[in-house]
């Protein structure tokens, strides 16, 4: 509630935030625990739940998988999916090349802070991705084909 009514949104019941929740995957025992001591998966899924309330147009992301067993990590990329779907724009930082492509329009390398790469997703299908990021990090700053 706390949250929602930060963003500007005061008319929640508490079914909606229950929904919300389920949603995102919080079982429904956690709904009334304190953060503090939920697991790094679970405080994600609260911060997605917060951005679905307040209808946040665009949701960035910093290394939202890392420290997440394989499911979580498979249930949360189905989830951001499922809101980039909706019309939801992701801003996701991440060393996990592999699943940026999977949820990506757009993947970027960065190196030194400066965006070195950039390229749809789409176009990287074929590609090796591990040989993709090494030729960048390797420090050969020549353009992608």
Do not use: W
């Not at 625990?33 to 949701?59: E, T, V």
């Not at 992301?61 to 909706?86: H, I, V, W, Y």
């Not at 060393?95 to 070195?116: C, P, Q, T, Y």
């Amino acid at each position: 509630d706390f949250f929602a009514r930060l963003g500007g949104k005061t008319s929640y019941t508490k079914n909606d935030y229950r929904e919300v929740l389920l949603r995102v995957g919080l079982q429904e025992e956690a709904h009334h625990k304190r953060l503090k001591g939920f697991s790094k998966g679970m405080r994600q899924k609260c911060g997605i739940a917060i951005a679905i309330l307040k209808d946040a147009p665009a949701i960035l992301l910093d290394e939202p998988t890392s420290g997440l067993d394989p499911q979580a990590g498979f249930e949360f990329m189905k989830l951001l999916d499922s809101l980039r779907n909706e019309g939801k724009a992701i801003l996701m930082s991440t060393h996990d090349i592999f699943r940026a492509k999977e949820i990506a329009d757009i993947v970027g390398i960065m190196s030194k802070g400066k965006l070195i790469m950039q390229q749809p997703a789409r176009e990287l299908a074929e590609t090796n991705l591990v040989e993709l990021y090494m030729h960048y990090m390797a420090g050969h700053l020549e353009q992608a084909a």
